[in-house]
């Protein structure tokens, strides 16, 4: 299968830990794919599997419908950034881009094109050992474009950048989909994937939660929850809940009501004379979604700071 990366029932276990626990997805050509989770989900434990980094206890994982291991000139198929540190300190960064190159068969010119593209032109004969670590971003982004290829996977490609830098990824990610190829982004920036991201895959201890696209998940996020701003809260709050609301008052900005359309909500605050200077449909973000989704599989939970810690 053309441009996918195709994941089906794949296991590993660690010991008696179970990072990734029969878990199966597709990641579609001309889509950018968010890939997320909480911390020790099993998300780049799944990534080392789809690139044969790590062997799978059971299932498999495809590419293009091959293994990553059978692939002849691999970075023509699939380009990945999972670890940007994963250069040697002493090799400049254009010969670290040559050397990878040559390895698959790929012009000298391709080189100084995925330089320019990842803004590292001027830096190309700096030691890596010297880079920053949004440099080091870049140019592991660079790699990962070096062969042009249809499938590329990307995991927390904004870490390190500048706010000029998250956005030309986030534009490149969805210029790369507009072009056709399959984009796997694993991120914890929920913010960044909503601006980003058409689909979504979430885990949670190794299994999957939710397959969807982003809009269908927000919509089921927002449940139909309208807005109101009212310089009486708790008057309409009471109003609202009698009438067989819910209301969430723990909000900056007004009450989220749910459980009643936005006509009745005006009627029964009008009627009891509440002024209000807004109501309207409320959507929720990808952030609530996402925590919505997790509250049971999260495996490192922090506790709340005490006063003077």
Same mark, same amino acid.
């Given at each position: 299968?053309?441009?996918?990366?195709?994941?089906?029932?794949?296991?590993?276990?660690?010991? $008696?830990?179970?990072?990734?626990?029969?878990?199966?997805?597709?990641?579609?050509?001309?889509?950018?794919?968010?890939?997320?989770?909480?911390?020790?989900?099993?998300?780049?434990? +799944?990534? $080392?599997? =789809?690139?044969? *980094?790590?062997?799978?206890?059971?299932?498999?994982?495809?590419?293009?419908?091959?293994?990553?291991?059978?692939?002849? +000139?691999?970075?023509?198929?699939?380009?990945?950034?999972?670890?940007?540190?994963?250069?040697?300190?002493? $090799?400049?960064?254009?010969?670290?881009?040559?050397?990878?190159?040559?390895?698959?068969?790929?012009?000298?010119?391709? @080189?100084?094109?995925?330089?320019?593209?990842?803004?590292?032109? !001027?830096?190309?004969?700096?030691?890596?050992?010297?880079?920053?670590?949004?440099?080091?971003?870049? %140019?592991?982004?660079?790699?990962?474009?070096?062969?042009?290829?249809?499938?590329?996977?990307? /995991?927390?490609?904004?870490? !390190?950048?500048?706010?000029?830098?998250?956005?030309?990824?986030?534009?490149? %990610? $969805?210029?790369?989909?507009?072009?056709?190829?399959?984009?796997?982004?694993?991120?914890?920036?929920?913010?960044? *994937?909503?601006?980003?991201? /058409?689909?979504?895959? *979430? =885990? !949670?201890?190794?299994?999957?939660?939710?397959?969807? +696209?982003?809009?269908?998940?927000?919509?089921?996020?927002?449940?139909?929850? =309208?807005?109101?701003? #009212?310089?009486?809260?708790?008057?309409? +709050?009471?109003?609202?809940?009698?009438?067989?609301?819910? @209301?969430?008052?723990?909000?900056?900005?007004?009450?989220?009501?749910?459980?009643?359309?936005?006509?009745? =909500?005006?009627?029964?605050? &009008?009627?009891?004379?509440?002024?209000?200077?807004?109501? &309207?449909?409320?959507?929720?973000?990808?952030?609530?979604?996402?925590?919505?989704? #997790?509250?049971?599989?999260?495996?490192?939970?922090?506790?709340?700071?005490?006063?003077? &810690?």
């Amino acid at each position: 299968m053309p441009n996918t990366i195709e994941v089906r029932g794949l296991r590993k276990r660690y010991g $008696r830990t179970v990072a990734v626990d029969g878990l199966s997805f597709r990641v579609e050509p001309g889509h950018v794919t968010g890939f997320v989770g909480p911390n020790g989900a099993g998300k780049s434990t +799944t990534m $080392r599997m =789809i690139l044969d *980094l790590d062997a799978p206890d059971g299932g498999s994982a495809l590419v293009g419908g091959r293994r990553y291991r059978t692939l002849r +000139t691999p970075l023509r198929e699939v380009g990945a950034l999972l670890d940007a540190g994963a250069v040697h300190p002493g $090799r400049r960064g254009r010969d670290h881009l040559l050397w990878m190159a040559y390895s698959n068969g790929l012009p000298r010119r391709r @080189v100084d094109e995925v330089l320019g593209l990842a803004g590292l032109a !001027g830096a190309a004969r700096r030691r890596a050992g010297g880079y920053s670590l949004g440099m080091r971003q870049r %140019l592991g982004i660079a790699a990962a474009l070096l062969g042009d290829p249809p499938i590329l996977m990307f /995991d927390e490609p904004v870490n !390190g950048l500048d706010p000029d830098g998250v956005v030309w990824i986030r534009g490149l %990610l $969805r210029g790369l989909a507009a072009q056709g190829r399959a984009v796997l982004v694993s991120s914890h920036l929920m913010s960044e *994937l909503e601006d980003t991201a /058409d689909h979504l895959v *979430l =885990i !949670g201890r190794g299994q999957l939660i939710a397959d969807t +696209t982003v809009a269908a998940l927000l919509a089921a996020a927002s449940d139909g929850r =309208i807005l109101v701003r #009212t310089a009486q809260p708790a008057q309409a +709050t009471a109003l609202l809940a009698a009438a067989g609301a819910t @209301v969430d008052a723990n909000t900056v900005d007004g009450l989220s009501v749910a459980g009643l359309p936005a006509d009745r =909500i005006v009627a029964l605050l &009008a009627q009891h004379e509440i002024q209000v200077s807004e109501v &309207a449909s409320q959507r929720a973000s990808l952030e609530q979604a996402y925590l919505a989704l #997790t509250r049971d599989a999260v495996e490192f939970r922090s506790s709340p700071a005490k006063e003077g &810690a």
